[in-house]
T-cell receptor, first 109, second 115 residues
Framework: GQNIDQPTEMTATEGAIVQINCTYQ??????LFWYQQHAGEAPTFLSY??LDGLEEKGRFSSFLSRSKGYSYLLLKELQMKDSASYLC??????????WGAGTKLIIKP | DTEVTQTPKHLVMGMTNKKSLKCEQH?????MYWYKQKAKKPPELMFV???????INESVPSRFSPECPNSSLLNLHLHALQPEDSALYLC??????????????FGAGSRLTVL
């Protein structure tokens, strides 16, 4: 079966750094996405990785290791507005998007 | 225009009603999607339209009926729904389906309550 695992909930402090991990087991791999979703709102695209390594985009970075079936999203200089759910999703060999259950990130002052 | 617009934002309907959800995008995207999302769960794919043709139907009950009148519009017709169908219904679009770097742009969603 296809499976994506990420922690259910994480808590971090404003101004700090947090790393949200995602491991996947899918039938094939055509890329990994991270989306941010604030409560009651639609998901918004954060990052896409298809090759191994780190992609940096401002305060957010995403890392991929295809051999390990592993990715992480790194958020730096946390702000209160970063409180949201972070969804990891993988495109499989049929180009179907498989979603993780999401990680709820709580930022405390 | 980089938005996907969904109407209505909120909908309350009885189990015998017929209603429709509407979605519009003007980004020239050729793929459009309907997702259903329950609280604290990831989006669940319902339908995919590619070049105005239905390409994926994820075994969705027939009380949900999608329609793609043109490349910019996507509707979801609702009839005889059940209370368990209450959820956030998300429309999304992408450049096309069947590609790895297929970034989805989501609408704000239609929150449906079935009484």
């Amino acid at each position: 079966g296809q499976n994506i695992d990420q922690p259910t909930e994480m808590t971090a402090t404003e101004g700090a750094i947090v790393q949200i991990n995602c491991t996947y087991q899918t039938s094939g791999f055509n890329g990994l996405f991270w989306y941010q979703q604030h409560a009651g709102e639609a998901p918004t695209f954060l990052s896409y990785n298809v090759l191994d390594g780190l992609e940096e985009k401002g305060r957010f970075s995403s890392f991929l290791s295809r051999s390990k079936g592993y990715s992480y999203l790194l958020l730096k200089e946390l702000q209160m507005k970063d409180s949201a759910s972070y969804l990891c999703a993988v495109t499989d060999s049929n180009y179907q998007l498989i979603w993780g259950a999401g990680t709820k990130l709580i930022i405390k002052p | 225009d980089t938005e996907v617009t969904q109407t209505p934002k909120h909908l309350v309907m009885g189990m015998t009603n017929k209603k429709s959800l509407k979605c519009e995008q003007h980004m020239g995207h050729r793929a459009m999607y309907w997702y259903k999302q329950k609280a604290k769960k990831p989006p669940e794919l319902m339908f995919v339209y590619s070049y105005e043709k239905l390409s994926i139907n994820e075994s969705v009950p027939s009380r949900f009926s999608p329609e793609c009148p043109n490349s910019s519009l996507l509707n979801l017709h609702l009839h005889a729904l059940q209370p368990e169908d209450s959820a956030l219904y998300l429309c999304a679009s992408s450049q096309d389906a069947g590609a790895g770097a297929n970034v989805l742009t989501f609408g704000a969603g239609s929150r449906l309550t079935v009484l």
